[in-house]
């Protein structure tokens, strides 16, 4: 398969890059700054790193055509990019909602629109869009992060209806805690309160949620669309 992972130079994303090319599957991903980490996954993976902004449309378009050149198509889209925020909802300033709303919302929206017509036109393609727990449940102090990662929900299951006839599935994993450096600003005693709360006892690792994506990507999966899935050890249950 033809693999385009947005945000694949660090945590979920890059795990899911290593995982896809590991299989033997060929893989492009997006980065946005840290060429360091993109040039080495590269090496490593033999996945070829494109430098993209997902807030920026005309990136977006450039950059999937580079790598639907590069990889000579594409089967599948992880929108896996984002960002996340902590603030009291009345202190979010309108800049902290713009680029959350742009990041984590239309970011995957700009994306896909330019990699569906890739999979239109073979009648055939997955886009698997990273959501998070917190837009099924909310976050208290993440009002910005909890209404991008719902609006990604209801865009996964109208675009399920609107592109399933045309052979093309659309799934939204929803991971709970999971250990990246997304959570690095929480304390060690933040970390123990949110284990506490997971009914598996355990924080996420990045390989949770890839071998997910690896599952909806597959033809193991072609009769699944327009599903949610949490990946949360039951934290949002
Ligand atoms: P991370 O912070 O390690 O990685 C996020 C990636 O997105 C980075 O590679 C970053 O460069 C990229 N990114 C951010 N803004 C971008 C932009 N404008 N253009 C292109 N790339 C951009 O975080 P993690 O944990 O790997 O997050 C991956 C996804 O999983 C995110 O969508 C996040 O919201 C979601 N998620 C993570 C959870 C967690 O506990 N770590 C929980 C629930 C959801």
């Keep these: ?24 599957h ?6 946005k700054t840290r060429e360091d980490k993109a040039a080495s996954l590269s090496e490593s993976t033999g996945a070829e790193a494109i430098r993209c902004d997902v807030t920026s449309p005309d990136s977006v378009r450039a950059a999937v055509a580079r790598a639907a050149v590069a990889l000579g198509g594409i089967d ?20 902290e909602w713009r680029e959350m709303i742009d990041t984590d919302l239309s970011g995957a929206f700009y994306v896909s629109r330019e990699a569906v017509k890739h999979m239109l036109s073979q009648k055939s393609g997955v886009i698997i869009n ?17 209404a991008a990662k719902a609006g990604l929900r209801g865009m996964t299951l109208a675009l399920a209806k609107e592109i399933g006839p045309s052979g093309i599935r659309v799934n939204c994993i929803e991971p709970g805690v999971i250990d990246t450096e997304m959570n690095a600003r929480l304390s060690e005693d933040d970390m123990a309160a949110l284990c506490a709360d997971t009914p598996l006892c355990r924080i996420g690792t990045p390989l949770d949620v890839a071998e997910l994506a690896y599952f909806l990507a597959s033809e193991k999966a072609s009769f699944i669309t ?12």
């Design 1 to 24: 398969m033809k693999i385009l992972i947005t945000g694949g130079s660090r945590g979920i994303g890059r795990v899911c890059v290593e995982l896809f090319a590991k299989n033997g």
């Design 130 to 146: 990273v959501g998070s727990m917190w837009g099924k449940v909310g976050a208290s102090c993440e009002v910005h992060y909890s």
């Design 26 to 31: 060929q893989v492009a991903f997006f980065y």
């Design 226 to 237: 327009g599903q949610i899935i949490g990946v949360d050890g039951g934290f949002a249950i």
């Design 76 to 95: 599948v889209l992880i929108n896996n990019a984002g960002i996340s925020g902590f603030a009291f909802f009345d202190s979010i300033t309108d800049d």
